[in-house]
Nanobody, 123 residues
Framework: QVQLVESGGGLVQAGGSLRISCQVS????????MGWFRQAPGNERDFVAA????????SYADSVKGRFTISKDNTKNTVYLQMNSLKPEDTAVYYC????????????????WGQGTQVTVAS
């Protein structure tokens, strides 16, 4: 059974940094996509970033480009989201997601989701 477990969320001051992690268990990646999404209260879940497991090509939402970096550790089956220059509007529950197949889209079609981790940025 595939499980995704996020960790590393918390409270940070505006302008600060935070790194969140997502470990995948139950299946080993050889291809596919890992993504990060976020959902603020009253809003829909939005795409944040994604990384293709084979080749490591990354994609970012315009709102986080230049501030957030997605990376992966193949040996740990883990994906990270390094968040710098955080803003209050980055406050949300952050979810990781994955799909174990090659796909053109990195914003839709994910099969498995984590439970989410809260990131709060204080002004």
């Amino acid at each position: 059974q595939v499980q995704l477990v996020e960790s590393g969320g918390g409270l940070v001051q505006a302008g600060g940094s935070l790194r969140i992690s997502c470990q995948v268990s139950g299946r080993t990646f050889s291809s596919g996509v890992m993504g990060w999404f976020r959902q603020a209260p009253g809003n829909e879940r939005d795409f944040v970033a994604a990384i293709r497991w084979s080749g490591g090509i990354t994609s970012y939402a315009d709102s986080v480009k230049g501030r957030f970096t997605i990376s992966k550790d193949n040996t740990k089956n883990t994906v990270y989201l390094q968040m710098n220059s955080l803003k209050p509007e980055d406050t949300a529950v952050y979810y990781c997601a994955c799909k174990f197949r090659a796909s053109v889209s990195v914003t839709t079609g994910y099969d498995y989701w984590g439970q989410g981790t809260q990131v709060t940025v204080a002004s």
